[in-house]
């Protein structure tokens, strides 16, 4: 007999998949995947549906982000869309993009007994995914408030529900601001259902379109930090001042430059 030990082929995929949690080298069973393989994928499917259809907690959402803010800052000005459910979200993106007649009343009323306005607003928005808002929010507003540049004013905290990316324009032009931040959650991803995206547009009115935006994307721990992702958007906020525009126009090269503090 032979004292050699069985040869054991090394898996070629193992060094990428500690790498990356996207499915590759998932290997098989004879023609089919392995069964482990399947029910990881039945897992992140139904996660990525939660994170859809799960409703937003505006009022826990509310606590942490006044624990955040000064003393005297009062709570976030909480506002619907026109989409009266999340069935009708879903089926009626144009509902999403635009504020119910009773939150619309709500933020004119504010800005009159106000009378401000603000350079930036952030506006906190539910989007396809309440499960990053909850997680990747509170984060992401602690860093922008510890690197706020001087000289610039934040609006009110604004929390929007059954929200799309455009409704941050009615808001922003409502409450006068200069540029709005939607901090909304993205589409769920089957390796990541909780990724936050913020969408910047300068001078804030219905009819802007995705062109004259700025992205940031994918802002979760496990992708852009939220320390790093405060550092680029303050850099687009201040370049978008200078140039009085954003969007295509304005290339993010807060990794080539840095601007100064004050604006």
Known sequence: MSDSKPLITPDAWAALRANTPARVGLGRVG??????ELLAFGAAHAQARD???LPLDVAALSERLIALQAPQDAA???????APDRAS????PDLGRRLGAGSAAQLDAWQAAQGASCDLLLVVADGLSAAAVERQAPLLIAALLASQPAGLRLGPLVIATQARVALGDDI???LQARQ??????????????DSLGIYLTHDPRPGRNDAERN?????RPEGLAPA???RKLWWLVQAAQRLQLTGVSLKDQSDAQALPLGV
Do not use: D, K, W
Request: hydrophobic share 40%; net charge positive; charged share 15%.
């Open 31 to 36: 023609r089919s995947l392995p069964t482990r």
């Open 172 to 174: 922003g032009q409502r």
């Open 228 to 230: 790093e992702a405060a």
């Open 51 to 53: 994170a859809v259809h």
């Open 89 to 92: 979200y879903l089926l009626r």
């Open 180 to 193: 709005v931040a939607m901090l909304i959650g993205e589409r769920p991803g089957l390796s990541s259902p």
């Open 215 to 219: 992205c940031l994307s994918n802002v």
């Open 76 to 82: 976030p000005l909480c506002v619907a869309s026109a």
